[in-house]
């Protein structure tokens, strides 16, 4: 079914914006390389698929990356600009660069990826790049959160006296949780895992709660703790005031917050998360009937 790609040009020759697009069964993955015409310290993102997206194709997967890679770019106010996107998918490169596809799975995609560049008024270099050099790869399969960990957790841990047996990590795997030997829930099955965070009820969890979520699920964290209400959580997002989520924050009872400048994250091969210039915020939530 063909779709409408008129007055699109595909071949920016210097692109504004560089990212690197990937899919696997467990879920997508961009890493950001270039913004506003220089490179920057890799923005690395990677995130489950939800259960709808888990049911299509790879093909389609790829092209969710793309468009979930895009929707990025446009939250960090890319507008009237090129963007250059790698996939290790020919499939999706050639359907999304032709605007048309005969695949009545990846129409949908297809189309979401083509008005959300329309509306923005962007340009999409479409380029291939062979797996085993795509940096994407393992965000896509959630490998790129082991290395990952927030630099000032400890500290925060202290002032709030958490200890190691009373806290939760609610978005963590067995390598990076926030505190060694400390509970977790990691959205794969691992050993050791409470399940996934989104079917726990976290009212019900008396320890502390660690929360430094994917960012691209900040708004559905958020919609969890305003519905459920628990105490002790230690909310940790990076502070994006143009988000449509940042606004929200205002509405939780916060006890207390730390803010901390630039870089925050630190990993085993020296990748950064969020990029210097950045802020991150530690948010202690607690909905305990005695906040201001």
Not at 18 to 24: F, G, H, L
Not at 181 to 201: H, K
Request: proline content about 6%.
């Amino acid at each position: 079914a063909p779709l409408d790609a008129q007055e699109r040009d595909w071949s920016p020759k210097r692109p504004a914006w560089e990212v690197y697009t990937d899919a696997s069964d467990t879920g997508y993955g961009f890493v950001v390389v270039r913004r506003g015409g220089a490179s920057v310290t890799p923005v690395v993102v990677g995130v489950p698929f939800v259960r709808a997206e888990r049911a299509l194709h790879i093909n389609g997967k790829e092209v969710v990356a793309i468009d979930k890679a895009v929707e990025y770019l446009v939250a960090e106010g890319a507008k009237d600009e090129d963007i250059r996107v790698w996939t290790d998918s020919l499939v999706a490169k050639q359907a999304l660069a032709k605007g048309m596809t005969m695949s009545v799975e990846l129409l949908e995609p297809i189309r979401s990826v083509l008005c959300r560049c329309r509306r923005r008024g962007l340009r999409l270099d479409l380029c291939y790049v062979p797996t085993d050099s795509n940096p994407a790869d393992a965000p896509s399969r959630l490998q790129h959160r082991e290395t990952f960990q927030f630099m000032h957790a400890e500290r925060v841990l202290q002032e709030v006296g958490a200890v190691e047996a009373s806290v939760v990590d609610l978005f963590a795997n067995a390598v990076n949780r926030v505190v060694p030997g400390c509970r977790f829930c990691s959205a794969t099955s691992e050993l050791g895992s409470l399940g996934d965070a989104f079917a726990i009820d976290w009212k019900r969890l008396r320890a502390w709660k660690w929360v430094n979520p994917p960012f691209s699920m900040a708004d559905r964290v958020i919609t969890k703790i305003q519905r459920e209400r628990p105490q002790k959580l230690l909310l940790c997002l990076p502070e994006w005031t143009q988000r449509s989520w940042y606004p929200r924050l205002a509405d939780l009872p916060i006890k207390r917050s730390w803010r901390f400048e630039g870089v925050c994250y630190k990993g085993a091969d020296l990748t950064v998360l969020p990029a210097p210039g950045w802020s991150t915020r530690v948010l202690f939530v607690d909905y305990d009937g005695r906040c201001s």
